[in-house]
């Protein structure tokens, strides 16, 4: 990879969706080349998939929150179990494994403190293997463009 291939990601990064003509250029290439660059990234897995961007609050979606879980034990059939039973709950958005205090950090998102309660109650707290939880409610929109930057 060289500084072309990484302007293209970063500019795919903020527009997936520019035409090839604009993004060629961007990065003063011909379409052509720019295209055959664009698709060995994503044939070498490098770029790994286009998404929309949802705005919650559009859905009527008002409520975002982190919450922070422990586990009991930390065996590789209780981190299964565990995983296998988080991907069945629609309200968690995302789930990172992380270090430090805490061994998961998982989004929810939720149409009011109402529903979050419910989700809370019939889902997370049956989840198995929870020492405890602790939720950290978002109050404002991101203040990163979440978008990987290189050097170049």
Known sequence: MDTIDFKILEILQTNGRISNIDLAQQVNLS??????????????????????????TKLGINISSM??????????ESVNKFAEAVKKIPAITECYMATGRVDY?????AKDFKHYEE???NDIARLPNIMSME?????????????IKFDS
């Open 119 to 121: 989700i809370i109650r």
């Open 31 to 56: 379409p052509t080349p720019c295209l055959k660059r664009l698709r060995k990234l994503e044939q070498s897995g490098v770029i790994s998939g286009y998404r929309a961007t949802v705005d919650p």
């Open 105 to 109: 950090v998982a989004r929810i998102h």
């Open 67 to 76: 919450v922070l879980i422990r586990m009991n034990d930390h065996t590789r």
């Open 135 to 147: 939720t950290l409610f978002v109050i404002g929109d991101s203040i990163t463009d979440n978008v």
